[in-house]
């Protein structure tokens, strides 16, 4: 994949929907449009009155954006629960890239399981999350996180070479290790640092490994530490070369997140 042709937006009129259209609007330059797929899920019988409200918003929206105006965004609205609709549309239009906005959580419990982090773990496909809080200058630094396993399918980074690509970011890579543990590179660490310089290109800046004993909040720190703009992981639940695992920390980050984070699958 050269280029991301087609964007899935679940859209429900919220503050967090818009911010996921924003960003997929603001992807748009004079020579690249993507086709912007809306997907709205909904339990009322005035579907006609749900549509105008929703048009109206998109078109709204659009104007915003200069590269945008002139584009047609298909609107798709199902009488179905949103997740299950996502994934089947999804499958069915081939579409590269899930953005979905996320009001997110402050409450620490796993047991929490919001419609975001459900989507990133069951999507076969790269999911875009983006929290309310989300700063409007740009994506300048990304984080992406690997543990220590190989990576599993290297074709994933497409997509994030892509988002490096136009908004002409740095990506760092980060290894979080426990206090206890012994580390630097690997023989799983150099082939992994191999195939990020070759799909990562230029945009690739370093690997740098950080001491922590709770994952979730090291890369958090190194977030707010480095000025990251964006986090990008690979979830292992859907793992093929290795054995798969539950998304844990998928689940936490999705929940968690107040930057970008950008799920490769």
């Given at each position: 994949?050269?280029?991301?042709?087609?964007?899935?937006?679940?859209?429900?009129?919220?503050?967090?929907?818009?911010?996921?259209?924003?960003?997929?609007?603001?992807?748009?330059?004079?020579?690249?449009?993507?086709?912007?797929?809306?997907?709205?899920?909904?339990?009322?019988?005035?579907?006609?009155k749900?549509?105008?409200?929703?048009e109206?918003?998109?078109?709204?929206?659009?104007?915003?954006?200069?590269?945008?105006?002139?584009?047609?965004i298909e609107?798709?609205?199902?009488p179905?629960?949103?997740?299950?609709?996502?994934?089947?549309?999804?499958?069915?239009?081939?579409?590269?890239?899930i953005?979905?906005?996320?009001?997110?959580?402050?409450?620490?419990?796993?047991?929490?399981f919001?419609?975001?982090s459900?989507?990133?773990l069951?999507?076969?496909?790269?999911v875009l999350?983006?929290?309310?809080?989300?700063?409007?200058?740009?994506?300048?630094?990304?984080?992406?996180?690997?543990?220590?396993?190989?990576?599993?399918?290297?074709?994933?980074?497409?997509?994030?070479?892509?988002?490096?690509?136009?908004?002409?970011?740095?990506?760092?890579?980060?290894?979080?290790?426990?206090?206890?543990?012994?580390?630097?590179?690997?023989?799983?660490?150099?082939?992994?640092?191999?195939?990020?310089?070759?799909?990562l290109?230029?945009?690739?800046?370093?690997?740098?490994?950080?001491?922590?004993?709770d994952?979730?909040?090291?890369?958090?720190?190194?977030?707010?530490?480095?000025?990251?703009?964006?986090?990008?992981?690979?979830?292992y639940?859907?793992?093929?070369?290795?054995?798969?695992?539950?998304?844990?920390?998928?689940?936490?980050l999705?929940?968690?997140?107040?930057?970008?984070?950008?799920?490769?699958d």
């Open positions: 994949m050269n280029t991301i042709e087609k964007i899935l937006i679940p859209f429900d009129l919220s503050t967090t929907s818009e911010y996921a259209l924003r960003f997929a609007l603001s992807l748009f330059s004079i020579d690249y449009k993507p086709d912007i797929v809306i997907i709205h899920s909904y339990n009322s019988s005035n579907r006609d749900i549509v105008i409200q929703l109206s918003k998109i078109e709204k929206i659009k104007s915003e954006f200069q590269y945008a105006k002139a584009s047609t609107l798709v609205i199902k179905d629960f949103l997740i299950d609709t996502i994934l089947v549309e999804q499958q069915e239009r081939e579409a590269d890239l953005i979905m906005g996320t009001k997110g959580c402050d409450i620490d419990d796993e047991s929490i919001s419609n975001t459900e989507l990133v069951e999507a076969d496909c790269p999350v983006i929290p309310e809080t989300i700063l409007k200058d740009g994506i300048h630094k990304i984080a992406l996180v690997l543990g220590k396993e190989e990576i599993d399918d290297p074709s994933v980074l497409m997509t994030l070479l892509i988002l490096a690509r136009h908004f002409k970011a740095k990506v760092y890579v980060l290894t979080i290790v426990n206090k206890d543990d012994s580390y630097g590179y690997t023989a799983a660490d150099q082939k992994n640092e191999n195939t990020v310089e070759y799909y290109e230029n945009f690739y800046s370093q690997h740098v490994f950080r001491e922590s004993d994952v979730e909040q090291g890369i958090f720190d190194f977030v707010a530490n480095n000025k990251i703009d964006m986090v990008t992981i690979l979830p639940n859907h793992a093929k070369r290795h054995e798969p695992s539950e998304g844990r920390l998928t689940k936490l999705a929940l968690h997140t107040q930057v970008p984070l950008l799920t490769l």
